[in-house]
Nanobody, 123 residues
Framework: QVQLVESGGGSVQAGGSLRLSCVAS????????MGWFRQAPGKEREGVAT????????NYADSVKGRFTISHDNAKNTVYLQMNSLKPEDTAMYYC????????????????WGQGTQVTVSS
């Protein structure tokens, strides 16, 4: 049984930082893609950052480049999203996701999803 469990969300003021964590269990995710997505009320789910655990290659949405950093710790089966210089428009439910092989931004291509963790940024 594969489980992805996110944590680290919360409420912060604009300019603040949060670090999200996603612990994977029942899933050997070496050489696979892990991603962070977000969904704001009334909007579609969108990709934020992905990491290919085989070589550590990363991709970021333009809206978060330079502010967010995705990383992974294979020994802990954990993927992180460090979020700095947060803006009110970053407010959303953040989801961790996993898929086999290479990364993409296609939501439907991810096989496993966490329950999400809420991030709220106030101005």
């Amino acid at each position: 049984q594969v489980q992805l469990v996110e944590s680290g969300g919360g409420s912060v003021q604009a300019g603040g930082s949060l670090r999200l964590s996603c612990v994977a269990s029942g899933y050997t995710y070496s050489s696979n893609c892990m991603g962070w997505f977000r969904q704001a009320p009334g909007k579609e789910r969108e990709g934020v950052a992905t990491i290919y655990t085989g070589n550590g290659g990363t991709n970021y949405a333009d809206s978060v480049k330079g502010r967010f950093t995705i990383s992974h710790d294979n020994a802990k089966n954990t993927v992180y999203l460090q979020m700095n210089s947060l803006k009110p428009e970053d407010t959303a439910m953040y989801y961790c996701a996993a898929k086999a092989r290479l990364c993409s931004w296609y939501v439907g291509g991810f096989d496993y999803w966490g329950q999400g963790t809420q991030v709220t940024v106030s101005s």
